[in-house]
Nanobody, 127 residues
Framework: QVQLVESGGGLVQAGGSRRLSCAAS????????MGWFRQAPGKEREFVAG????????YYTDSVKGRFTISRDNPKNTVYLQMNSLKPEDTAVYYC????????????????????WGQGTQVTVSS
């Protein structure tokens, strides 16, 4: 049974930092690309960051470039999202997801590319 469990969410002031973690279980972690998405109230789920199976390639949506960093620790079956210089507009539920499918970087920015999702963790940035 595949499980993805996010943690690290909470309340943070604008300009602050937060690190999210996503612990995976149920299949061989390094065989799957990983992504972080977020969903704010009343909005569609949007791509935030993605990382290749070996961690050698990362990609980000424009609004978080230079502020967020995705990384993974394959021996620990965990993917991280380091979020710096947080803004109120970063407030959302953050989800991690994985996929065994192969595609371009633009493909991995689509929710439909992913097979399993975590339950989400709330990040609230106060102004």
């Amino acid at each position: 049974q595949v499980q993805l469990v996010e943690s690290g969410g909470g309340l943070v002031q604008a300009g602050g930092s937060r690190r999210l973690s996503c612990a995976a279980s149920g299949r061989t972690f390094n065989m799957y690309a990983m992504g972080w998405f977020r969903q704010a109230p009343g909005k569609e789920r949007e791509f935030v960051a993605g990382i290749s199976r070996d961690g050698g390639r990362t990609y980000y949506t424009d609004s978080v470039k230079g502020r967020f960093t995705i990384s993974r620790d394959n021996p620990k079956n965990t993917v991280y999202l380091q979020m710096n210089s947080l803004k109120p507009e970063d407030t959302a539920v953050y989800y991690c997801a994985d996929t065994g499918r192969w595609g371009s970087d633009s493909y991995y920015q689509l929710p439909r590319a992913y097979e399993y999702w975590g339950q989400g963790t709330q990040v609230t940035v106060s102004s």
